[in-house]
Antibody
Framework: QVQLQETGPGLVKPSQTLSLICAVSGGPITSSGYYWTWIRQHPGKGLEWIGH???????YYNPSLKSRVTISVDLSKSQFTLNLKSVTAADTALYYCARSFNNQFDPWGQGTLVTVSS | DIQMTQSPSSLSASVGDRVTITCRASQNIGIYLNWFQQKSGNAPKLLIYGASSLQSGVPSRFSGSGSGTDFTLSITSLQPDDFASYYC?????????FGPGTKVDIK
């Protein structure tokens, strides 16, 4: 079955760009109807949808982050990427990637903790 | 943005109890409502989609109901594996938003 795995630096300095990769295995990233999603969870807090991308490259972002977020897809590597620029301590969170189909968010990656600190 | 609220924020229950969690949307979202379970250290797991459809592999003791602005997640006969946090999510429009969560712990 499809599995997702997030990778990236666990520590990012303030004002720099956070970059995470979600590798998709066990199924094609180009399947029709699937959206590839980033969600984050601040420590001990709730969940925040960041945005998602279709294999065509069309994207949808949370307006609260839109000015700083870019999600891209690399079909050849079967992965999609989150870039969040100009980070602050408020961006410290557990970042998840997930697949959605007909609004069903499943599966999820195991999550990766990113800390913003100098 | 559509605001999601949940009640209670936490509850204590015993194995075998029936548990009900409520989620309310700030506007009509039809049945565009998901429920997730999250255990400590794990990613959220989809339980219910479309307000009342049980995700494949999820035990039938979980059920969802509601439409419009008011929704309910019910767990009949709570099991030890069910002690976790539960979140609702609206998928009616962007940005997709989640409720603040309900933590279910052992009485």
């Amino acid at each position: 079955q499809v599995q997702l795995q997030e990778t990236g630096p666990g520590l990012v300095k303030p004002s720099q760009t956070l970059s995470l990769i979600c590798a998709v295995s066990g199924g094609p990233i180009t399947s029709s109807g699937y959206y590839w999603t980033w969600i984050r969870q601040h420590p001990g807090k709730g969940l925040e949808w960041i945005g998602h991308i279709y294999h065509s490259g069309s994207t949808y972002y949370n307006p609260s982050l839109k000015s700083r977020v870019t999600i891209s897809v690399d079909l050849s590597k079967s992965q999609f990427t989150l870039n969040l620029k100009s980070v602050t301590a408020a961006d410290t969170a557990l970042y998840y990637c997930a697949r959605s189909f007909n609004n069903q968010f499943d599966p999820w990656g195991q999550g990766t903790l990113v800390t913003v600190s100098s | 943005d559509i605001q999601m609220t949940q009640s209670p924020s936490s509850l204590s229950a015993s194995v075998g109890d029936r548990v009900t969690i409520t989620c309310r949307a700030s506007q009509n979202i039809g049945i565009y409502l998901n429920w997730f379970q999250q255990k400590s250290g794990n990613a959220p797991k989809l339980l219910i989609y479309g307000a009342s459809s049980l995700q494949s592999g999820v035990p039938s003791r979980f059920s969802g109901s509601g439409s419009g602005t008011d929704f309910t997640l019910s767990i009949t006969s709570l099991q030890p594996d069910d002690f976790a946090s539960y979140y609702c999510q609206q998928t009616y429009n962007i940005p997709l938003t989640f409720g603040p969560g309900t933590k279910v712990d052992i009485k």
